[in-house]
């Protein structure tokens, strides 16, 4: 396939030259097109029409170690395909993400016209080899702490309760309308940043990010409780943001590809929609892991109706003491 006399080289990006198509690819592995096609579209390709060489030697490698690890009995099948899925999804993201960078880059320096192309090119040939290397690393660590999650898992042989939480900006709707687009991109990545910041160096989990969303887990109660009082009061103190609403419970969860559902998931979303701007709101099973921790306080509500989970009596958190005082 050529590449434009003026445009970004992509065979440069993949690393090899597209000279291949899908049924040559899938003669040289041993498996059926269609076989093919369900692990690429897994990881979030369209399907190519048969004949066009879109497919290099490092798609025959791709699908040799799909194949392996099924024929290996390391995955089964459709694990193989859950793995694809996630790497496809995480990929995604982080090739937009240095995408969306190389154009602010290139905007910030004011290359413009037929250098812009060029200097893309040159910036794409820069930053590749570079960010292949962050992402094993990534991967590499963030294993590193998965297993150790899991070990916990293994050692009590079951599901251990865990503490899920959504943080939920308040009338984001309304504000994304007030602001240009620029200002929502800061406002919405500047939020991202510090959610994940405050939640990570607390010991905390994202689980995803929706933009003004979060959701984050922990397996302990008093580091989610950490979690959501340091947050209130750091968004609180931001004058352009009318502010966030909470909610936590604590219980068991189904977790997959990294996701987490169940009965707490679903109770800390709706109790996060019930909360006042800057409030947080714990389930009852959350009340009581905390009740008798140092540094909370706890202001039982009223039983009130909770879609789909019937009459429940919620908490509000407080700090016993303010955090003015502790840090004093």
């Known amino acids: 396939m050529t590449t434009p006399k003026h445009g970004i080289d992509f065979d440069a990006v993949l690393g090899k030259p597209r000279e291949l198509t899908s049924s040559e690819v899938t003669d040289t592995v041993g498996i059926p097109t269609y076989k093919a096609r369900r692990y690429w579209r897994a990881m979030g390709f369209a399907n190519v029409p048969d004949g066009e060489r879109e497919f290099t030697s490092a798609d025959i490698d791709a699908l040799q170690t799909l194949r392996r690890l099924v024929g290996d009995e390391v995955l089964r099948e459709p694990q193989t395909i859950e793995l694809t899925r996630t790497l496809g999804r995480t990929s995604n993201r982080l090739a937009n993400s240095v995408a969306e960078g190389m154009s602010q880059w290139l905007d910030a320096v004011g290359v413009t016209g037929a250098e812009r192309t060029q200097a893309a090119r040159n910036l794409a040939e820069r930053v590749i080899p570079d960010v292949e290397k962050l992402l094993l690393y990534s991967l590499r660590r963030h294993l590193v702490v998965a297993l150790q999650r899991r070990q916990r ?59 003004d969303e979060v959701l984050f887990a922990t397996h302990d109660p008093a580091t989610a409780a950490n979690i959501a009082l340091d947050l209130a009061e750091r968004v609180s103190r931001r004058k352009r943001i009318p502010g966030i609403r909470i909610g936590l419970e604590f219980g068991s969860v189904v977790t997959h590809a990294g996701d987490v559902f169940g009965d707490t998931v679903n109770l800390a979303s709706r109790l996060t929609a019930m909360a006042e ?10 009340a009581s892991a905390l009740a008798y921790l140092p540094g909370y306080r706890l202001v039982t509500m009223p039983p009130i109706d909770v879609r789909g989970f019937g009459t429940a009596a919620p908490a509000e958190l407080h700090r016993s003491v303010p955090a003015a005082e502790q840090r004093g």
């Open 277 to 286: 701007p800057n409030h947080i709101l714990v389930g009852p099973a959350l």
């Open 153 to 211: 898992e293994v050692a009590t042989n079951g599901p251990v309760a865990t503490v899920t939480g959504f943080a939920d900006l308040v009338g984001f709707t309304r504000l994304s309308r007030q602001l240009s687009d620029e200002e929502l991109a800061r406002l919405v990545q500047g939020f991202e940043s510090g959610v994940t910041d405050l939640i990570t160096a607390h010991g905390g989990r994202i689980i995803k990010s929706l933009g």
